[in-house]
């Protein structure tokens, strides 16, 4: 009877202790679930702020010119400079009523987070229309700007030498205008106007912004002396960066045995003893003419601009022949039934030198010869991917390039196999640019032209945030972030939590979307699309990507949603004005089909729903909206439009300037008026919206007058 009772008050304590871990399980998973739904919130209520890019403007010291210390007065008919000991300045009307009350100088140096004026400041005349104002700014650097007054034009061109007296850390160099009439019209980086009402932030790139009106304004618009513009229009306060770090990422993979793909961050630039850093803008004041035609991202009266970069990994010959003509079984490029070929998509394609497959340029002369069909259509830009020796000597990368510069006239270069530090040392983001490592690359590019670098710093910037703030257990930041990918800026704060967490639940992260200027993430975010590090990367150019483009849901049931999805997306990206370039593997194969081509009956073909993007986007191109190029195209025309500039004319004539030693073809520009003529001739054009695009070729080292008309 006691064993009875034994094993049932065993069986009881049992039972008990199951109840009460049950219950333990339950309110852990509640206590769970609760700091979730916390940090959610909270995380919500970090998103939904004003995220911003710019200095606080109530910690920078704006000082006000003093009239009773006045030691420098310039003027011509259309504006009055005037400027004090301290140089502070004021910029007026000729009757003296207050456009400009400042250009403040303002530096982020090092690790610290803290700011730097000006001191020992020096205010000199140094001829009849140049005023010199000099200063150091801390110990680091010693800064000299010249203000340049026209006497027969309304604008006053800045000049800003910095010489550095020390190695310096340059997270932020900046000028700061302070205007004492509002904005009037923001020109955005896309290229489109916002005439208001406006947002708390912008970065512009380097295009511009209007403030005032009539005799009492101010224009600053197109400035590519710069490194980027701010602007917070609320405050009336322009941000001219003459360095930021946010403008040139650049990350660097050191060497790692175990492969573990660590990166180092170097965006900020890095001066050395002795260097000299040279900035120009101008600003426009008084009556300039009330419209100004911007000059549009891609040329021809495109709206938008779209690249297919490929890279060269897992690639076969039956597969090339399948994604550029149509089928393996197509061996030349005039039978092309669809692909990029039969659609003539143009593509920057990278090869390998080397290959263990079939697609190696040096070793298959059938592969080689596919190559060539792409490059004689004057369409394909194929470059190297490498050499594709995991770690090629010197010999090899010279004998490969030398090859790719005599038969394709190669200007571009796709890095391979960087990300575990391991192998491929000789990439742009690995030991290339190195000149104490056996993997230096740069002589040899500068050897043979090749200009033009996928750097994968964006994608890291895209997407490292939310891991780091997670591995660093920041999870109401990690939160915020997350929110960000989901929701844009207008949406966090016109939203409720509930109506924000639902859309959350139910649509695709922002991440994915076709457009390197991310609108969805704002228009306060910075988001360059080509770049060069000041002392990165030397007069190389880098180019961006956001992501890995994959198309393997067009192997899955839901293929006519994700097609209509796809088209949606290129809809917007035209609305947008927008520009997207395609990291992607269009030939790899891991065993299975891509979503771009796929294996009937052992045959290798484009898949269909493939082809029917391709399609759609050939004629969205026929239409004269989609601008389908190469990086090398591409490139070629945005360092073309660096090296233009503007007179504006107070009786509205403006005056273009093309000062490259090329003509620039289909110099694309936008007008909200109504018509427009150039040297006195109507030019190519078409109405979008309230928008008019126009087009023209303009030989090199010539002028064009430009007159508009409402």
């Not at 770049?531 to 180019?543: G, I, K, L, V």
Request: proline letters at 5%.
């Amino acid at each position: 009877m006691s064993i009875l009772k034994t094993q049932a008050d065993t069986r009881n304590i049992n039972l008990l202790s199951r109840k009460t871990a049950l219950k333990l399980l339950f309110l852990v998973c509640c206590a769970a679930v609760l700091i979730l739904v916390i940090f959610i919130f909270l995380g919500f209520n970090r998103a939904s702020r004003n995220l911003s890019f710019i200095p606080d403007p109530n910690e920078i010291n704006f000082t006000k010119l003093k009239p009773a210390e006045v030691s420098i007065i310039k003027e011509n008919k259309w504006y009055k400079i005037i400027v004090d000991k301290q140089g502070d300045l004021n910029v007026t009307t000729p009757e003296g009523a207050l456009i400009m009350s400042g250009l403040t100088y303002y530096a982020e140096h090092g690790d610290k987070n803290e700011y730097a004026g000006l001191d020992s400041i020096s205010v000199s005349l140094t001829s009849d229309s140049t005023i010199s104002i000099t200063g150091n700014c801390k110990h680091d650097s010693y800064v000299r700007l010249i203000l340049a007054v026209s006497k027969n034009h309304p604008y006053i061109n800045v000049n800003v030498n910095t010489s550095y007296k020390k190695e310096t850390t340059v997270r932020r160099e900046a000028l700061i205008a302070s205007f004492d009439v509002p904005v009037t019209e923001v020109y955005l980086k896309n290229r489109k106007i916002d005439p208001g009402p406006f947002e708390p932030e912008y970065w512009l790139g380097r295009e511009g912004a209007r403030f005032g009106e009539e005799s009492r304004s101010a224009l600053i618009y197109h400035t590519p002396d710069v490194s980027s513009l701010q602007l917070n229009p609320g405050r009336k306060l322009l941000y001219v960066n003459l360095a930021y770090s946010r403008d040139h990422p650049f990350v660097r993979i050191p060497y790692q045995e175990d492969g573990g793909g660590r990166s180092i961050d170097l965006s900020a630039a890095r001066y050395k003893t002795g260097d000299i850093r040279d900035n120009d803008f101008t600003i426009w004041f008084g009556r300039i003419p009330a419209v100004i035609p911007r000059i549009m991202m891609v040329p021809d009266g495109y709206l938008a601009g779209y690249v297919f970069t490929e890279h060269a990994d897992g690639g076969n010959l039956r597969r090339n022949r399948a994604v550029y003509f149509g089928s393996e079984e197509i061996t030349d490029i005039k039978n092309a039934t669809g692909g990029f070929a039969g659609h003539k998509i143009p593509v920057t394609k990278s090869v390998f030198y080397i290959d263990s497959q079939d697609c190696s340029v040096r070793d298959n002369p059938e592969f080689l010869d596919f190559l060539d069909q792409l490059y004689s259509t004057g369409i394909y830009e194929i470059c190297l991917h490498t050499p594709g020796d995991p770690n090629p000597n010197h010999e090899l990368l010279d004998e490969s390039m030398k090859f790719m510069n005599e038969r394709y006239n190669s200007s571009t270069w796709i890095d391979h196999g960087v990300y575990n530090g391991k192998y491929n040392r000789e990439c742009f983001v690995c030991d290339g640019l190195d000149p104490n490592s056996r993997y230096y690359t740069r002589d040899l590019w500068q050897k043979y032209g090749i200009h033009y670098f996928w750097n994968f710093g964006l994608e890291k910037i895209y997407d490292e945030p939310l891991k780091t703030k997670i591995k660093e257990f920041k999870l109401t930041e990690a939160s915020a972030e997350y929110w960000r990918r989901y929701l844009s800026s207008k949406e966090l704060k016109h939203t409720s939590f509930f109506s924000a967490f639902y859309e959350l639940i139910k649509r695709p992260s922002s991440k994915y979307e076709l457009n390197l200027l991310c609108p969805f993430r704002g228009e306060l975010c910075p988001t360059p699309v080509y770049w060069q590090n000041p002392t990165q990367s030397y007069q190389f150019y880098s180019w961006g990507t956001a992501y890995e483009k994959d198309f393997t849901s067009l192997t899955t049931k839901k293929v006519d949603k994700v097609l209509e999805t796809e088209k949606q997306n290129l809809d917007k990206l035209l609305n947008d004005w927008g520009v997207f370039i395609n990291h992607g593997y269009f030939v790899r194969s891991n065993g299975h089909e891509n979503g771009i081509w796929t294996d009937l009956e052992g045959k290798i073909k484009i898949n269909p729903y493939f082809d029917r993007i391709l399609d759609y986007m050939s004629n969205l191109r026929d239409e004269g909206n989609l601008y389908i190029t190469t990086i090398r195209d591409l490139m070629n025309y945005w360092i073309k439009t660096e090296n233009v500039n503007y007179e504006y004319r107070p009786d509205g004539t403006i005056y273009l300037y093309n000062n490259n030693a090329e003509a620039i073809n289909g110099l694309s520009l936008a007008v909200h008026a109504g018509s427009v003529r150039v040297n006195d001739e109507i030019p190519q054009f078409k109405r979008v919206g309230g928008e008019t695009i126009f087009w023209f070729d303009i030989p090199s080292r010539a002028r064009a007058k430009i007159l508009i008309q409402p």
